[in-house]
């Protein structure tokens, strides 16, 4: 077994502390990549808090993850020592089922493994992730990454630009089309650059009027305070596209009187309340109200190569492992621009 160390929920009412834990040797296909910086996701608070279901402790969260490559299996192809690698939110399935076998292993018919709190397929164990110094993958879902970005802040689009990014190119998005961007979080501030840069009118609407001008200055092409109502009515029926990024409850229905007809909204937060939905909204302009979870490892390396074509990166935070519990603090008080990245040096 490989010796690792990181950071870990030891219960859900624990802080994160050191933690030292171990990888599984390397089998044929496996990859060993020394993680140098790892995204903090929300979703890593609600697992850790066990605020979506009971988790696996001691957990080790993290999967927005990126690195060099330590060794690798006989079999491996794509991968060299000392090349970059990523790894997302997913590190196996069973790439048997309808949806693996169309590049779809996020809705593996058998259920993916979770980068961690996850149990491993053959029953040798439990994942652990990114807040670590290293990480042993089969290569299948491992990611090429490139030299040219910023690698601290190409982390992020491992979960929050490929979340973004799969809604905006399974529904078509394209130049000239009106899209509409709830929320200007972690998610929502990539999806402004991914839908700016394909040639989209970007519209962000959001509760607060001090992120009008960051919205601006990333790509958006007006804001709207939605908690104006002249303003939101001005809008009716002039979406092509409208992507939802808000975890925290809210009214559905007027975004959705905001489509053209034929319009459609995805939603890609997810609140912990079930929301009202009139059907109205929906039957009056045959609008439709859709759902996507991140992306496959397919399309994820497509977004990274339209990253790293288009020169798009997150706006990120960089910080110690050691400030990782107050960064979570600060997370749930919306105190980051636009996201949390871990040094893994600083382990």
């Known amino acids: 077994m490989i010796k690792a160390k990181g950071f870990a929920a030891i219960s859900p009412k624990s802080p994160l502390e050191s933690f030292q834990f171990e990888r599984r040797n390397l089998r044929d296909n496996d990859v060993h990549i020394e993680i140098q910086y790892c995204g903090v996701c929300h979703s890593d608070i609600h697992q850790v808090r066990d605020e979506w279901g009971p988790g696996i402790f001691p957990m080790v969260p993290g999967h927005e993850i ?29 790439l048997d089922c309808p949806s693996c076998k169309e590049g779809l292993e996020q809705y593996c018919e058998n259920g993916f493994v979770g980068t961690y709190n996850g149990k491993e397929k053959d029953g040798t164990g439990t994942t652990h992730g990114g807040y670590s110094n290293s990480i042993v993958t089969r290569e299948e879902f491992c990611l090429t990454i490139s030299s040219n970005l910023n690698l601290a802040a190409v982390s992020p689009l491992l979960c929050a630009g490929i979340t973004t990014y799969s809604p905006l190119k399974h529904w078509k998005v394209s130049k000239g089309q009106k ?32 992120k009008a001008a960051d919205a601006l200055r990333l790509g958006a092409h007006e804001v ?16 092509d596209f409208i992507l939802d990024t808000v975890s925290a409850p809210h009214d559905y229905n007027i975004y959705l009187t905001l489509l053209r007809r034929d319009g459609n909204m995805v ?8 929301p009202e939905l009139y059907p109205g909204a929906l039957i009056m302009g045959r609008r439709k109200l859709g759902g996507s979870l991140i992306g496959g490892i397919k399309e994820t390396q497509e977004m990274l190569d339209f990253c790293a074509k288009h020169n798009i990166v997150s ?4 910080i110690p492992i050691q400030k990782i519990n107050e960064a979570y603090e600060r997370m749930i008080k919306g105190d980051v621009k636009y996201r949390f990245v871990i040094d893994m040096k600083s382990l």
């Open 66 to 94: 990126v690195g060099r490559v330590l060794a690798v299996g006989a079999q491996v192809t794509k991968f060299k020592i000392g090349d970059l690698a990523g790894v997302g939110c997913m590190v196996d399935a069973c």
């Open 179 to 210: 899209v509409g961007v709830i929320g200007f979080g972690g998610l929502g501030h990539m999806a402004v650059k991914l839908a700016h840069a394909m040639e989209a009118h970007v519209v962000v609407f959001t509760t607060s009027p001090s």
């Open 224 to 239: 709207v305070i939605s908690k104006d109502m002249t303003q939101m009515k001005n809008h009716t029926n002039s979406f």
């Open 267 to 274: 939603l890609v937060g997810l609140p912990d309340k079930p």
């Open 315 to 318: 706006d990120i935070e960089l």
